[in-house]
């Protein structure tokens, strides 16, 4: 177990429609990583905050978006779904500022995505 | 561009032999590298990290090596057990940018 909640673990919705993605990090990780990964795909990189606030962004769609609350939860939220966002969708945390200061990465169970 | 690649997609070995998985990567700036194992339903766990000061580090029946002449990692599972059967991936941990991922080798073992 890394100590990483993502919730729910799977989710089933259709087209045109928005869902939110939970995140609890790591007791004391400051930073959250969203990840997309589609089937035979490796792992994409969406977006990173660090104690709240935007710290990276990577191939987010102008559809998604995501925060950190104070209390450090992050979600990622997704609308005007289209087929091709079915994917696992994994969060996950580091204590610091990740890439910048060489940490590695816990994840979390992902989130399973189908749109119908 | 993003270029951690992974030489095979696939990798079958015997029970009880020894495993290795081979990774490229082209950012000679990247100081940091971590591999990282994904079983079936399950979120990628961290196995084994080296920086770029080191060539070799060893874990339990791991070990990561470093060659930063030719750009390449590697990770060796000594004594494959069925446990170990997962998608690998090694991920480049270029400094002050996010962390990049390969495409992933699915390590198959035959009993």
């Known amino acids: 177990d890394s100590g990483v909640t993502q919730t729910p673990k799977h989710l089933i919705t259709a087209t045109g429609q928005r869902v939110t993605l939970r995140c609890s990090p790591r007791s004391g990780d400051l930073s959250v990583y969203w990840y997309q990964q589609s089937l035979d795909q490796g792992l994409q990189f969406l977006i990173q905050?660090?104690?709240?606030?935007?710290?990276a962004k990577g191939n987010i769609l102008e559809r998604f978006s995501a925060q950190q609350f104070p209390d450090l939860h992050s979600e990622l939220n997704l609308s005007s779904l289209e087929l091709g966002d079915s994917a696992l969708y994994f969060c996950?945390?580091?204590?610091?500022?990740?890439?910048?200061?060489?940490?590695?990465?816990?994840f979390g169970s992902g989130t399973q995505l189908s749109v119908l | 561009g993003e270029s951690v690649g992974l030489h095979l997609p696939t990798l079958s070995v015997q029970e009880g032999d020894n495993s290795i998985i081979n990774c490229a990567y082209s950012?000679?700036?990247?100081?940091?590298f971590i591999w990282y194992k994904q079983e079936s339903g399950k979120g990628p766990q961290f196995i084994i990290d080296?920086?770029?000061?080191?060539d070799k580090r060893q874990g339990q029946r791991v070990t990561v090596l470093l060659n930063k002449t030719v750009k390449h990692l590697s990770l060796q599972i000594a004594a494959t057990q069925p446990g170990d059967s997962a998608v690998y991936f090694c991920a480049e941990n270029r400094r002050a940018q996010k962390l990049v991922f390969g495409q992933g080798t699915r390590l198959t073992i035959n009993p």
């Open positions: 080296i920086r770029s000061n080191m």
């Open positions: 950012n000679s700036a990247s100081d940091y």
């Open positions: 996950a945390s580091s204590v610091g500022l990740g890439a910048q200061t060489n940490e590695k990465l816990f």
């Open positions: 905050y660090y104690n709240g606030e935007e710290r």
